[in-house]
């Protein structure tokens, strides 16, 4: 049985709450009547054209992405426009929009860098930056691998649990070196190798690394690096997110999760 779509936001705020945000950001309804009832739900990492394309195809009541489809400010979402355009085919077939971002980062327990270190099967994972009210809260996780392995075991690991994407996984430090401790952050975290460190990680998992951090961090004593696909990082969050929902809402609503790779990155010459 559909229940109203405010029903709906309030669980999901209740799991990723708002306040946990970043300043920045844009979480939360971005289209929808909170009184439309909601009986599908699709789960998604980024609001792209194909992936509204999903929600209208299978009669879904709304859209949940990690990332946001109006980050900046905007003035206007004309139908002319590329992001104006997925708003006003989203409300022409009856579909809301919800985005849960920096909030479902930082979230304990079913946010997205709890997901990515469960999915790598660490143990006892805690925050790398705890939030001060909540200490199971906050950005990026550190745990300890099940049983020690080669760098370069760990990076086949990462490959092996993550989604398949055209980049891969990218590795900086010795093949060899012993990884017990990992430290991991979904999305952009490069800004998380101190803490990292701090922590005794051995390695840090993270996305959009850029040239100069890792050329420096190869240069002093720290953890490796491994670097992945920004989609395929936060994609472990999406069936946890989802699986939470349906039981919050003890099975009111179907939930589903798309398949669709939105890493904007399609293919690659050369090794």
Not at 3 to 8: D, G, H, K, N, S
Not at 209 to 219: F, N, Q, T
Not at 235 to 256: H, I, Y
């Amino acid at each position: 049985m559909p229940v109203p779509l405010r029903e709906v936001i309030a669980a999901l705020d209740a799991r990723y709450d708002p306040a946990l945000a970043e300043s920045w950001d844009a979480v939360g309804l971005v289209c929808g009547d909170p009184d439309e009832p909601v009986g599908r739900v699709l789960f998604a990492v980024d609001p792209t054209t194909a992936v509204v394309d999903e929600v209208i195809g299978t009669g879904a009541d709304l859209l949940v992405t990690h990332h946001p489809l109006l980050l900046t400010p905007v003035h206007g979402v004309p139908a002319d426009d590329l992001k104006g355009r997925l708003v006003h085919r989203l409300i022409r077939a009856g579909a809301g929009l919800f985005v849960a971002h920096t909030n479902a980062d930082r979230a304990p327990g079913s946010g997205v860098n709890a997901a990515l270190a469960d999915v790598l099967g660490l143990l006892d994972a805690r925050p790398l930056e705890p939030t001060t009210a909540d200490p199971r809260a906050g950005l990026g996780r550190v745990g300890e691998l099940p049983e020690p392995m080669t760098l370069s075991a760990f990076a086949g690991h990462v490959a092996a649990a993550l989604p398949t994407t055209v980049g891969g996984v990218r590795a900086a430090g010795d093949p060899d070196r012993v990884i017990r401790r990992v430290a991991v952050c979904g999305g952009s975290g490069g800004s998380l190798l101190a803490a990292a460190a701090a922590a005794g990680a051995d390695v840090l998992l993270t996305s959009d690394l850029k040239h100069h951090p890792v050329s420096d961090a190869g240069e002093v004593d720290g953890p490796a690096l491994c670097d992945v696909a920004h989609y395929a990082s936060e994609w472990p969050w999406l069936p946890v997110a989802a699986d939470r929902l349906s039981r919050d809402l003890a099975g009111q609503v179907e939930v589903a999760v798309s398949q669709l790779r939105t890493d904007p990155w399609t293919w690659r010459a050369g090794a």
